[in-house]
């Protein structure tokens, strides 16, 4: 296998792993707050969507010669997460599983068809694009399916 074969692998286990820990939430739980501080399952679908788009954008600028343009600095993350939050809250759960759906799809397919020669590139924030697509792909997945898992697991939950 090659490494882009071996990253694709990585990031569709690990979205699975995602969706089966979202099969076990109850359809009113969906929107109910507190699985990661104030963010809810529905905010967290839309919030590994986001960055799954994040690292489709880093390979298309690699892809086009344009690496330098992914300038994303580590310090916008707050600020990006909580616009995200704001506007997921505005969201349907099944707007967001779309989402996730339709970023997940492209990450996927932009990663297929990499050019294996493009993953050791540094883009413009100084990571590799190997490191984006491990950072905002399968590791997001999997600190969420985690964070999923534990928030549906507490022994009260639902119980209110």
């Not at 839309?46 to 690292?55: D, G, I, K, L, P």
């Not at 985690?146 to 209110?160: I, K, S």
């Amino acid at each position: 296998m090659s490494r882009v074969d071996d990253l694709l692998a990585e990031l569709t286990t690990e979205r699975d792993v995602f969706l089966d820990a979202l099969e076990d939430v109850d359809a009113e739980l969906v929107t109910v707050p507190g699985v990661v501080g104030d963010w809810s399952v529905r905010d967290l679908i839309a919030h590994v969507a986001f960055w799954a788009e994040h690292a489709t954008e880093a390979l298309r600028l690699a892809t086009d010669g344009r690496g330098d343009a992914f300038a994303y600095d580590i310090s916008q993350t707050d600020a990006m997460n909580a616009r995200l939050l704001e506007e997921s809250r505005q969201m349907r759960p099944d707007v967001a599983i779309e989402r996730e759906d339709h970023a997940f799809a492209a990450l996927s397919a932009a990663l297929a068809a990499l050019d294996p020669a493009l993953l050791d590139l540094r883009l413009g924030n100084g990571d590799t694009v190997a490191d984006v697509i491990r950072y905002d792909g399968a590791e997001h997945y999997r600190e969420h399916a985690a964070h999923v898992r534990a928030w549906f697991d507490e022994p009260d939950r639902g119980e209110d």
